[in-house]
């Protein structure tokens, strides 16, 4: 009876992600798509799941594990409902990226190891490029683009957020 339990249990935990598997017809050459939808649907990539994918497609779980960590896209570790994306590359960097980090960081309490808010509202990320120089610097919350940023600008727009939450 225990084991019964216990398997219905794990088939309510990993329903979404079989029926993800079933829409890419169980097919391992569709690794990429079904983790991404994967992680679309848990904002990252839970270790028990990507064993779960791994039993579920036939195929090795270090072949799953390779592809979730080679790909800078696919996450780990949970992320926040609205990941902040900072650029740090050349054009950003010159015109002063850091001190909008830092501000970030202070108000968000984060540090270099924690990127992520005890709520789970923020992820805090700072990026190589993102292909926007000349609305350096600049930051991305989830899909947003934000130009010419500055830290009292940036910190007014995790400040709406989080009215808009209701959290302030």
């Known amino acids: 009876m225990i084991s019964q339990n216990v398997e219905a249990s794990s088939l309510r935990k990993f329903e979404k992600v079989c029926q993800i598997i079933e829409s890419n017809g169980s097919n391992p050459g569709k690794l990429i798509p079904i983790l991404q939808q994967v992680q679309h649907e848990y904002r990252y990539l839970p270790e028990e799941v990507l064993a779960y994918v791994a039993t579920a497609l036939g195929i090795p779980p270090a072949r799953v594990y390779g592809v979730a960590t080679f790909y800078a896209h696919f996450a780990l570790e949970?992320?926040?409902?609205?990941?902040?994306?900072?650029?740090?590359?050349?054009?950003?960097h010159v015109k002063r990226s850091i001190p909008i980090l830092n501000a970030l960081r202070e108000r968000l309490s984060l540090d270099e190891k924690r990127k992520t808010t005890q709520d789970m509202l923020f992820t805090l990320e700072t990026v190589s490029c993102l292909g926007a120089c000349g609305l350096a610097p600049v930051m991305?919350?989830?899909?947003?683009?934000h130009g010419q940023m500055a830290p009292d600008?940036?910190?007014?727009?995790?400040?709406?957020?989080?009215?808009?939450?209701?959290?302030?």
């Open 153 to 168: 600008t940036a910190v007014a727009l995790v400040n709406e957020i989080i009215a808009k939450e209701g959290k302030a």
């Open 140 to 145: 991305v919350i989830n899909d947003e683009v």
């Open 78 to 92: 949970p992320k926040g409902k609205y990941v902040i994306k900072l650029c740090d590359g050349t054009a950003c």
